[in-house]
């Protein structure tokens, strides 16, 4: 069955500090890979999105992820957090660029520390 | 230009009662979907319109929930009756192509007691 992991409910990292969060899916053909983030009192807003070419994605607030075919990961790195990171961080896959039927993780908190 | 825009914001209900949450898209996007977060888990796809169409509703879970869209503009999601597992987050969400971005709402918080 199609899903999509993210171990880590809650993490806390120090302002400055570097950031991973970590996505596994499973899916059974070349899937389609985003990181949303949802803000307290905001919408869902699209980090960064990968459909094919280069595995390393570069996305907006200085976010990226590296997809891993091997480790069938999709993990989210930031090089030193704000505290307005501070959020949900949700992962999700779908079956193609022109389907937005996503399958979701779980989510993962990101808490940051002054 | 204004979002997408979902009412309520929170909507607090007895078990048994009827609630109607409606969500107004970004002008001009023709592509609407529904999805809903229960209790912190994952956030699930529910259906998804193509102008006032139903182009795929494989995720709504029974027939307590119905949805429209009304000419193509606004949509509306219904529950009725609704039971204590309804409880959740509503997101919609809408896109100018199928392959364009995600636009989503806040969400409307629903509480069934």
């Not at chain 1, 590296?66 to 999709?74: G, I, N």
Request: hydrophobic share 35%; aromatic share 12%; with cysteine.
């Amino acid at each position: 069955a199609q899903s999509v992991t993210q171990p880590d409910i809650h993490i806390t990292v120090s302002e400055g500090a570097s950031l991973e969060l970590r996505c596994n899916y499973s899916y059974g053909a070349t899937p389609y890979l985003f990181w949303y983030v949802q803000s307290p009192g905001q919408g869902l807003q699209l980090l960064l999105k990968y459909f094919s070419g280069d595995t390393l994605v570069q996305g907006i607030k200085g976010f990226e992820a590296e997809f891993k075919r091997s480790q069938s990961s999709f993990n989210l790195r930031k090089p030193s957090v704000h505290w307005s990171d501070a959020a949900e961080y949700f992962c999700a896959v779908g079956p193609s660029e022109t389907s937005y039927k996503l399958i979701f993780g779980s989510g993962t908190r990101l808490l940051v520390r002054p | 230009e204004a979002g997408v825009t979902q009412f309520p914001s929170h909507s607090v209900i007895e078990k048994g009662q009827t609630v109607t949450l409606r969500c107004d898209p970004i002008s001009g996007h023709d592509n609407l979907y529904w999805y809903r977060r229960v209790m912190g888990k994952e956030i699930k796809f529910l259906l998804h319109f193509v102008k006032e169409s139903k182009q795929d509703e494989s995720g709504m879970p029974n027939n307590r929930f119905l949805a429209e869209r009304t000419g193509g503009t606004y949509s509306t999601l219904k529950v009725q009756p609704a039971e204590l597992e309804d409880s959740g987050v509503y997101f919609c969400a809408s896109s100018q192509e199928q392959a364009g971005e995600l636009f989503f709402g806040e969400g409307s918080r629903l509480t069934v007691l």
